[in-house]
Structures are given as C-alpha cells and as structure tokens.
Nanobody, 126 residues
Framework: VQLQASGGGLVQAGDSLRLSCAAS????????MGWFRQAPGKEREFLAA????????HYADSVKGRFTISRDNTKNTVYLLMNSLKPEDTAVYYC????????????????????WGQGTLVTVSS
C-alpha cells in the first residue's frame, strides 16, 4: 500500500484547510485509515480515523468538532477537513493505513497503522 498525502501549506489562524491522502496498491486489505500529526519536539499523535466497513469515524478530543475525516472510495482517497485552525495545529500531518483486522477499540492505536504517507506540513500563523 502506498499513501500520498497532500494539501498542506501556510494559513492564518481561523482558516480552513483540506488534506488529501491518495491510496494505491493492495488497499482492499486495509480496514481503517487515519490521520496523525507530529509537531516539533513532540510525539506523533492520533487525530482521526475512518473505517472501511461502515465508514464510522473517530476523533481525538483535541480536534473533535473542528476536524472532519471523510473518504471517496471511487478515488481511493481519504480527506481531512480542518476548520478554525490554530497556531498549535502547526505540524507535519501524516495519513496512515492498517493491514487489516483493526477492531473498533484500537482505531486510535498508532501501532495498528503500518503504512504511512510521506507527511505534509501545515503551518498556522497567528
């Protein structure tokens, strides 16, 4: 599975931005795709996930209500719409996918994700 993230850039506080993650390869085995971010000097953190079966979505408390994950199965693409961006949202954003079999209680577990995109930088100025 190959993942290509795009859509990052420099925005001002309060702006919106939509990230895209195009998947290719053996994507049918993947049961969940997610978005993570890593700010300088911090660990990579879970943001949102969407399950292939049923399309249920899951969010970190820190972004719930501001970020929305969605997918377009016809394009094999997952999106992350980010609203009301804050300077503390500045980070490299990564999309990721599992290799299948992730149960509901594990969708936030970074260790379940084995395929990673290259990351896209989001910078939010104040």
């Amino acid at each position: 599975v190959q993942l290509q993230a795009s859509g990052g850039g420099l925005v001002q506080a309060g702006d919106s931005l939509r990230l895209s993650c195009a998947a290719s390869g053996r994507t049918l085995n993947s049961s969940v795709m997610g978005w993570f971010r890593q700010a300088p000097g911090k660990e990579r953190e879970f943001l949102a996930a969407i399950r292939r079966s049923g399309g249920s979505t899951h969010y970190a408390d820190s972004v719930k209500g501001r970020f929305t994950i969605s997918r377009d199965n016809t394009k094999n693409t997952v999106y992350l719409l980010m609203n009301s961006l804050k300077p503390e949202d500045t980070a490299v954003y990564y999309c990721a996918a599992d290799s299948g079999g992730t149960i509901l209680s594990e969708v936030r577990n970074i260790r379940r994700y084995v395929y990673w995109g290259q990351g896209t930088l989001v910078t939010v100025s104040s």
